[in-house]
């Protein structure tokens, strides 16, 4: 049996592998099998993690993670979760060839996923023209005109990576004032190929086989409006995954899984959690971490006052 299992490859899941090995707990660490090491895989330029004055780039922050974890003990398994059975002593996680390992402790750091519009025609058009990924899929709009919805540090960075391939990339934001960062906001409007529509929402989005336009609806006056574009970039938000574990860990309102105070303590013993799936406010990449640190710690902590409650009893067999 393991001593413990960390399910999630990002910067949560990593560093609480590092703070596991370095205690000796040998951790098994599941990253998925499409998509190991976490959002920052999509991300170019990470400006804001300590340590690196000039920037990193965020898959190159993610190999290094890993290496780290890896040098200590960790083993890194690339295998899709699929099941969980949490509630006793012993935690069995079952991956997607129906194989069971058991552990007793879990830290669960998942994430979180990008969220959707939720209109009609986003899921037909996804990789024909919509996108959630700049990274990923930006190279595709040579010279062509692209949106980018929202208005948060995730918008800006997109379109300004996007203004690298676009002819034109048009933000629409539903507000007049932008959530982003300061730095942030300043070098989109710095940019002269992103250009902004405020107080506006997606409300259609066109193509056939590919993305050719929107409606806008104006959510102060409520006239729609029509823009032609070639792509749409979606950047307003991620929603924590949890999927895994409805039902079995408490979860708060919004959707994030339930800790007790500033612990990584779930609703049940033995299972921690940590990064964006416990983090409604922050999601960066240096407060997941900070938060995988705790998990570590508080699975150690949970190891530990098993095995001195254990240890009276051994003592008492040897010496029968
Ligand atoms: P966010 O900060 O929650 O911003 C989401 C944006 O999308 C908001 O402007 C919001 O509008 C808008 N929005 C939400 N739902 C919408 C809907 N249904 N239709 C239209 N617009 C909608 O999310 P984020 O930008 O992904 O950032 C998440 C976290 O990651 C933040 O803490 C951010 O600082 C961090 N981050 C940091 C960096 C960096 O430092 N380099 C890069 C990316 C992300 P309202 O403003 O009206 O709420």
Same mark, same amino acid.
């Given at each position: 049996?393991?001593?413990?299992?960390?399910?999630?490859?990002?910067?949560?899941?990593?560093?609480?592998?590092?703070?596991?090995?370095?205690?000796?707990?040998?951790?098994?660490?599941?990253?998925?099998?499409?998509?190991?090491?976490?959002?920052?895989?999509?991300?170019?330029?990470?400006?804001?993690?300590?340590?690196?004055?000039?920037?990193?780039?965020?898959?190159?922050?993610?190999?290094?993670?890993?290496?780290?974890?890896?040098?200590?003990?960790?083993?890194?398994?690339?295998?899709?979760?699929?099941?969980?059975? %949490?509630?006793?002593?012993? !935690?069995?996680?079952?991956?997607?060839?129906?194989?069971?390992?058991?552990?007793?402790?879990?830290?669960?750091?998942?994430?979180?996923?990008?969220?959707?519009?939720?209109?009609?025609?986003?899921?037909?058009?996804?990789?024909?023209?919509?996108?959630?990924?700049?990274?990923?899929?930006?190279?595709?709009? !040579?010279?062509?005109?692209?949106?980018?919805?929202?208005?948060?540090?995730?918008?800006?960075?997109?379109?300004?990576?996007?203004? /690298?391939?676009?002819?034109?990339?048009?933000?629409?934001?539903?507000?007049?004032?932008?959530?982003?960062?300061?730095?942030?906001?300043?070098?989109?409007?710095?940019?002269? !190929?992103?250009?902004?529509?405020?107080?506006?929402?997606?409300?259609?989005?066109?193509?056939?086989?590919?993305?050719?336009?929107?409606?806008?609806?104006?959510?102060?006056?409520?006239?729609?409006?029509?823009?032609?574009?070639?792509?749409?970039?979606?950047?307003?938000?991620?929603?924590?995954?949890?999927?895994?574990?409805?039902?079995?860990?408490? %979860?708060?309102?919004?959707?994030?899984?339930?800790?007790?105070?500033?612990?990584?303590?779930?609703? %049940?013993?033995?299972?921690?959690?940590?990064?964006?799936?416990?983090?409604?406010?922050? /999601?960066?990449?240096?407060?997941?971490?900070?938060?995988?640190?705790?998990?570590? %710690?508080?699975?150690?902590?949970?190891?530990?006052?098993?095995?001195?409650?254990?240890?009276?009893?051994?003592?008492?067999?040897?010496?029968?």
């Amino acid at each position: 049996m393991q001593q413990i299992i960390i399910i999630g490859s990002g910067p949560a899941g990593f560093t609480a592998a590092i703070y596991a090995a370095r205690a000796g707990l040998e951790p098994l660490l599941f990253a998925s099998s499409v998509e190991p090491g976490g959002e920052l895989m999509n991300t170019t330029d990470v400006e804001n993690f300590p340590g690196f004055p000039e920037g990193i780039q965020g898959p190159e922050l993610m190999e290094k993670m890993q290496a780290q974890a890896e040098r200590f003990g960790t083993k890194v398994a690339y295998d899709d979760v699929t099941a969980l059975d %949490l509630a006793g002593d012993v !935690k069995r996680v079952t991956t997607a060839d129906g194989t069971v390992t058991e552990a007793r402790a879990v830290i669960f750091a998942t994430g979180s996923a990008y969220r959707k519009l939720g209109l009609p025609d986003e899921d037909r058009l996804a990789g024909h023209g919509v996108s959630w990924c700049a990274t990923c899929d930006g190279f595709f709009f !040579k010279d062509k005109n692209i949106a980018v919805i929202g208005g948060g540090d995730s918008a800006m960075e997109e379109a300004t990576f996007l203004t /690298r391939f676009a002819k034109k990339v048009t933000v629409i934001h539903r507000r007049e004032g932008l959530k982003a960062s300061k730095i942030m906001q300043q070098r989109a409007f710095d940019n002269e !190929k992103i250009e902004f529509v405020w107080n506006s929402t997606v409300s259609g989005i066109s193509g056939d086989d590919s993305v050719t336009g929107l409606t806008l609806t104006d959510t102060v006056t409520g006239e729609t409006s029509t823009l032609d574009i070639d792509g749409l970039f979606i950047a307003i938000g991620n929603d924590p995954r949890t999927q895994l574990i409805h039902g079995v860990l408490d %979860l708060n309102s919004d959707g994030t899984v339930w800790v007790d105070g500033r612990t990584s303590k779930t609703s %049940l013993p033995g299972v921690f959690a940590a990064g964006d799936v416990i983090d409604p406010s922050y /999601r960066q990449a240096i407060t997941a971490a900070g938060s995988g640190t705790a998990a570590a %710690l508080d699975a150690e902590h949970y190891l530990a006052a098993l095995d001195d409650v254990a240890a009276p009893e051994t003592v008492g067999a040897a010496a029968e």
